[in-house]
């Protein structure tokens, strides 16, 4: 099961790899300061992407976890989003480190890697643990900033969604998780933030698990609230903003315009 997943996602990978200019474009014309800065703790340096809402006070921070194609260009311009509704964003690249030939030299991370689908194989074989670590580092990070007042919430979309609300099971001090069709962790009891999901009604695959971990969060006495979204296929938080996707996307406009004045309402909230 676990491998006919990856090989669904690397055959998305393809299509998704068409370069994401429009994304890039939306980045570039972006009037917020964006910085790339190294976060090392241990013998690990950790690549992350940081944007800074135009505010006049300090703002809570989102992190933001990438898809399972690595840290894309919509991702980078997913994380400018949240900054431009007032939040301090930093997007981590998880493929830090890795290099397509496995080599210790040479350029590293996400953008090292020449498809797509080299990407999500990578993606898909990270030590869950050094996950864990370089998502701790990164949030003690943006923490300290002093444009940030102190709260952390974590969101993920697709592999990330899952990583979020995995996060959530080993990161005490997060105020919310934001979870975009990602499936569930073990050892939901562990959790002490309210989750929020956001699932495609047509993406079985991860929509199917959401009434076991309404049971299983509400058993555990944790907070939990859902919403599917008919209609939208997995990924429409990226697929609804995508321009060159000119037929059948109705469904994922909609369902990310929905997704997104969510999103923005429980942020408010916090």
């Known amino acids: 099961m676990v491998r006919n997943a990856v090989l669904a996602a690397g055959l998305l990978g393809a299509v998704v790899a068409q370069a994401q ?19 090392k703790y241990g013998n690990r340096t950790v ?28 991702a980078r311009e997913a ?16 493929l830090s480190g890795e290099r397509p030939d496995g080599s210790t030299t040479g350029k590293d991370g996400s953008s090292a890697f020449p498809t797509q689908d080299d990407a999500v194989k990578a993606v898909s074989g990270l030590n869950p643990d050094q996950v864990t670590a370089d998502l701790n580092a ?15 919430v974590v969101a993920g979309f697709c592999w990330g969604g899952g990583q979020s609300f995995r996060f959530a099971t080993n990161r005490h001090d997060l105020s919310a998780a934001f979870v975009f069709y990602g499936p569930p962790p073990e050892n939901l009891g562990a959790i002490t933030a309210p989750v929020y999901g956001f699932y495609a009604g047509n993406d ?16 555990a006495g944790k907070k939990y609230e859902d919403v599917i979204y008919e209609g939208a296929g997995h990924g429409f938080m990226r697929a609804g903003e995508d321009p060159t996707r000119t037929t059948g996307n109705e469904a994922n406009v909609k369902a990310r315009t929905e ?12």
């Open 138 to 152: 990164t949030a003690d990070y943006v923490k300290k900033l002093p444009a940030v007042n102190g709260k952390l």
């Open 47 to 74: 690549h992350a992407f940081v944007v800074y809402p135009e505010v006049g006070a300090k703002a809570p921070a989102v992190l933001v976890i990438h898809e399972i194609f690595g840290l894309t260009d919509w």
């Open 204 to 219: 079985a695959r991860i929509s199917a698990t959401v009434p076991d971990t309404k049971t299983a969060m509400e058993k």
């Open 79 to 94: 994380a400018d989003e949240v900054a431009a509704a007032g939040y301090v964003a930093i997007a981590p690249d998880l």
């Open 259 to 270: 997704a997104w004045a969510r999103w923005k309402t429980l942020l408010k909230g916090l």
């Open 21 to 39: 200019e429009w994304a890039k474009a939306r980045l570039d014309a972006s009037p917020r300061h964006h910085e790339w800065v190294d976060i």
